[in-house]
């Protein structure tokens, strides 16, 4: 019996008889419009991204954010103001369309629409030239948004007020204040000298720390009642016995003097008891 006599081969018609070998796409088709995404196109992006983090970094290095004193709620003068890359929005907020009754509009709509536009820009356009001059709708768009931000983000800090913001954000030494005392009472209640100077007494957007100048009391008194620079005159509601409390008070730099010379006699009695001994 002759070998392989009888036997049948079957052959699948799914496996095909002669491979191609497994190669990169010939991108040099459609030269300028297509390129290989390794290495080609992500070594781009990410020299592009090492760029501007590098940037960042020395910016970040060579201007340090700026801090600012404690925040206080009762400071109703602070101007508050928001990081760079959110002026455009805080600037947008100012106009008569978007503020006011309209706030919604400059918070909410005008936003979500141009970063909702921005999302489905991929569905929306989907032309495949990458020349800025052929696509001009989208190019059109994009250098309006460009534009607009530029020029809010400018208006926002030739309108501030940096003078104002950064006396209201000075750090101050610590000064320890007596809450106890019955001045710091009085002066809690007055709603005109919290709205200027702030509740801890430091100053304000309006109104400079109660304890920056060395005044005696009588000076205080005569500046709480007839007023000095911007300060109005007859602010303070209370009566003559508090007022006098009350400068006493930031006259002793936020202590009760009343404790002060206490401690004082205590000493000299102490001293003198020395003497006789």
Request: net charge negative; hydrophobic share 40%; aromatic share 12%.
């Amino acid at each position: 019996m002759k070998r392989g006599k009888g036997m049948k081969f079957v052959t699948d018609s799914r496996v095909t008889a002669n491979r191609t070998p497994n190669i990169p796409k010939d991108y040099s088709e459609y030269p300028g419009k297509t390129e290989a995404f390794w290495p080609n196109y992500l070594l781009k992006e990410w020299m592009v991204g090492s760029v501007f983090l590098i940037g960042f970094m020395v910016l970040a290095m060579s201007h340090p954010a700026p801090l600012e004193r404690i925040a206080d709620p009762t400071d109703s003068g602070y101007i508050p103001l928001p990081d760079w890359y959110f002026l455009f929005l805080y600037q947008l907020l100012k106009y008569e369309f978007a503020a006011g009754a309209y706030t919604v509009m400059g918070a909410v709509v005008i936003p979500g629409v141009a970063f909702g536009a921005l999302l489905l820009v991929p569905w929306l356009d989907g032309g495949k030239e990458r020349r800025p001059y052929k696509r001009p709708i989208a190019s059109g768009l994009m250098l309006f948004a460009i534009v607009a931000i530029i020029f809010l983000t400018w208006e926002a800090v030739d309108d501030h007020d940096w003078e104002a913001a950064a006396e209201q954000g000075q750090i101050v030494d610590d000064i320890e204040i007596d809450e106890s005392a019955a001045g710091y009472e009085i002066y809690q209640s007055q709603d005109s000298c919290i709205s200027c100077h702030g509740g801890d007494m430091l100053g304000g957007a309006a109104g400079p720390s109660m304890f920056e100048s060395d005044y005696d009391k009588d000076e205080v008194m005569d500046i709480i009642i007839n007023g000095l620079n911007d300060m109005p005159a007859d602010q303070f509601e209370g009566t003559d016995e508090e007022l006098e409390i009350l400068a006493a008070f930031i006259a002793n730099d936020g202590q009760d003097p009343d404790n002060g010379d206490n401690g004082e006699d205590e000493d000299d009695n102490n001293d003198a008891n020395e003497n006789n001994e």
